[in-house]
């Protein structure tokens, strides 16, 4: 088993993936992407999206108790573990209306999406540059086979470097690239679905709030 193992390890071809890998995803993303795609593995086996949606519905919960009571000024009075929500009913406290809440709300969303997809972005180029640098290496490694075939010697590591880099490109886009790319895309997906939610109850409450104040005005005004 560890003999096996070690006939398929070679430095070079696995540098050889490795490195164009590297070199080619950071020539096509940004600073900010690789630094937010590298950030992303802490939280890809622990994020639980649908505990953070059911955590942050009670915080909507508490904010539309404290509304009936002391009004929407009083929003970020409640605190919860959800530094979205918390974000949110700071937000939604000091919004002159709904209309303005939600214009922050609808670029909060886009601003958040857009930094989920440079994220998941590179590692989706990791995934797709992978297996081009895999036969990247075929290629060296038939050349210098070919070159090398007047010494039988020299033509068995060639040969290895052929089919190491193309199996180090399947495995580095099919084992770890490409399903870290997968999962955070579900992961933020599952994210924006519960924020969506938020933001628009929250939206609502501001709506009601204005409505009542209005019709307050008006029996005011009438009497």
Do not use: N
């Amino acid at each position: 088993m560890i003999e096996t193992a070690a006939r398929l390890f070679d430095p070079f071809s696995l540098s050889l993936v490795l490195g164009g890998t590297a070199m080619a995803t950071l020539m096509s993303s940004t600073g900010g992407d690789l630094c937010r795609a590298v950030a992303a593995l802490r939280p890809l086996l622990r994020a639980r999206p649908d505990l953070d949606g059911r955590i942050a519905g009670d915080a909507v919960r508490q904010i539309q108790r404290i509304l009936d009571y002391k009004g929407i000024a009083c929003a970020d009075r409640v605190k919860t573990p959800i530094g979205f929500v918390q974000e949110a009913a700071g937000r939604l406290a000091d919004a002159g209306t709904s209309r303005e809440f939600r214009d922050w709300a609808e670029q909060a969303l886009e601003d958040r999406r857009a930094r989920h997809d440079g994220a998941i972005g590179v590692w989706r180029t990791a995934a797709e540059v992978a297996p081009a640098m895999g036969m990247i290496g075929t290629v060296i490694g038939l050349v210098l086979m070919f070159a090398g075939m007047d010494d039988p010697a020299a033509m068995a590591p060639a040969m290895a470097t052929a089919m190491l880099t193309t199996l180090y490109g399947l495995l580095l886009a099919a084992c770890l690239a490409g399903p870290v790319a997968a999962r955070l895309g579900r992961l933020s997906e599952a994210e924006r679905h519960w924020q969506r939610q938020v933001l628009d109850r929250l939206e609502a409450l501001a709506r009601a709030e204005e409505e009542a104040v209005s019709r307050w005005v008006e029996r005011r005004d009438r009497a």
